[in-house]
């Protein structure tokens, strides 16, 4: 993979600032396209995939804070000479090809593709059909943004593929893949796992939870609550689950401050056994699988547990390894909760929306890593780079 020298690099997200503005009109237009076809007004996918003033100002904005990163390649990691005299530099370096699976998000195309080129990588983004035409015209700025500057076209690239010619495309690729992401729900992640050949590195899925504990303070668990599940439905940082200790001071009205508070919110709520017992009027949640799934949607499952220990088992159990939050004024009982909650961001009295690059101060992120290797959380500019060693020596050989 040839090496872009930096001011290159920023010179094309300069040009790239001034076409998408340019061509602000000509991508909204596209957009009403793809609103058009798609045929939905409402819902998480809907909410994905409008582009307007707005997005596209945010669009432009995540160019900017991206050139203005340091360029996350060459960076010394370590240095040390040895007895021998060899002297060992290991430095960051591009992981070479990334390929980006998503679905609804036009936005996506620009983040993963600015994030990608900064840190000196190829890409190739297989968007979803129902945002092609949106898709179609941000590469072509893409495109104008790269030639304008001297540079092939191929370092970012749209793949409109069904199905099956991506199954074929994850089997036998053009070019080696050295990063896969799929960004997306469980039937995506499964499908690329199945056919990848390259590193799949695993993003998308929420299933978050909140624990309120016996010294929770109420007007901030309604507070957080309100705020995780109902600010952005579509976002994978979203509230699903919440669980309530039952030695919760005034716990059965506390319960149905929480169903008021939903209720007047539009929420739908699902509950346990042991919360129907309270809230005998709401639905039950229908079966075990149901902890388990991401709603996307103004739904919400109310349960109830013994103590600390009890929803830490729950939440490792069944959340996606995404976000966790607990609500309590003990903070060493906050700390003991998120250092066992095993997931990639955890919270103490804080709501799980801050998941995301821009809110965490690491900028644009290409997704919201729930693995462990090779970096968990958001994926911004500096871990799109991987490592290598520069050994120099003098004629060194080992014996």
Not at 179 to 207: C, D
Not at 372 to 386: A, I, N, Y
């Amino acid at each position: 993979m040839k090496l872009i020298d930096t001011n290159t690099k920023n010179n094309v997200l300069r040009s790239m600032i001034q076409i998408l503005d340019r061509r602000r009109e000509e991508i909204i237009k596209a957009n009403e396209d793809d609103l058009e076809a798609f045929g939905e007004t409402g819902g998480a996918m809907y909410d994905r995939l409008i582009v307007n003033d707005k997005k596209v100002d945010g669009m432009i904005q995540s160019v900017k804070e991206v050139m203005e990163q340091e360029d996350p390649v060459g960076q010394e990691i370590s240095h040390r000479v040895l007895e021998s005299g060899l002297d060992i530099t290991n430095k960051t370096a591009p992981f070479g090809t990334i390929m980006i699976i998503y679905e609804s998000r036009p936005d996506v195309t620009i983040e993963a593709a600015v994030l990608a080129f900064k840190a000196n990588n190829k890409i190739y983004l297989k968007g979803g059909k129902e945002a092609n035409h949106s898709n179609k015209v941000l590469v072509e700025c893409w495109h104008e943004a790269l030639k304008e500057n001297g540079l092939e076209s191929n370092w970012i690239e749209l793949l409109q593929l069904n199905r099956e010619e991506t199954q074929e495309f994850l089997k036998n690729p053009p070019e080696k893949l050295d990063l896969i992401v799929p960004r997306g729900g469980e039937r995506l992640i499964a499908f690329v796992k199945q056919h990848a050949t390259g590193a799949v590195l695993v993003s998308g899925r929420g299933n978050n939870f909140l624990y309120v504990s016996k010294n929770a303070d109420f007007d901030t668990a309604k507070k957080v609550i309100l705020n995780a599940k109902t600010d952005k439905i579509s976002g994978c940082n979203a509230l699903d689950k919440v669980l309530i200790d039952r030695s919760l001071p005034n716990y059965e009205e506390r319960l149905k401050e929480l169903q008021e508070l939903m209720k007047k919110n539009q929420v739908q709520i699902l509950v346990d056994e042991e919360v129907s017992k309270v809230l005998t009027k709401e639905e039950k949640i229908p079966e075990e699988n149901t902890w388990y799934e991401e709603f996307l949607a103004m739904k919400i499952v109310l349960g109830s547990v013994g103590n600390m220990e009890e929803a830490i088992e729950k939440i490792n159990k069944y959340s996606g390894g995404h976000s966790a939050s607990i609500i309590s004024t003990n903070k060493e009982e906050a700390m003991n909760f998120m250092e066992q909650v095993d997931s990639a961001a955890v919270y103490h009295n804080a709501s799980t929306r801050f998941t995301d690059g821009g809110q965490m101060g690491v900028g644009a992120e290409l997704a919201i890593s729930t693995d462990k290797l090779h970096h968990r959380g958001p994926l911004g500019l500096k871990q799109l780079v991987t490592n290598k060693y520069y050994v120099l020596g003098e004629g060194h050989v080992r014996v």
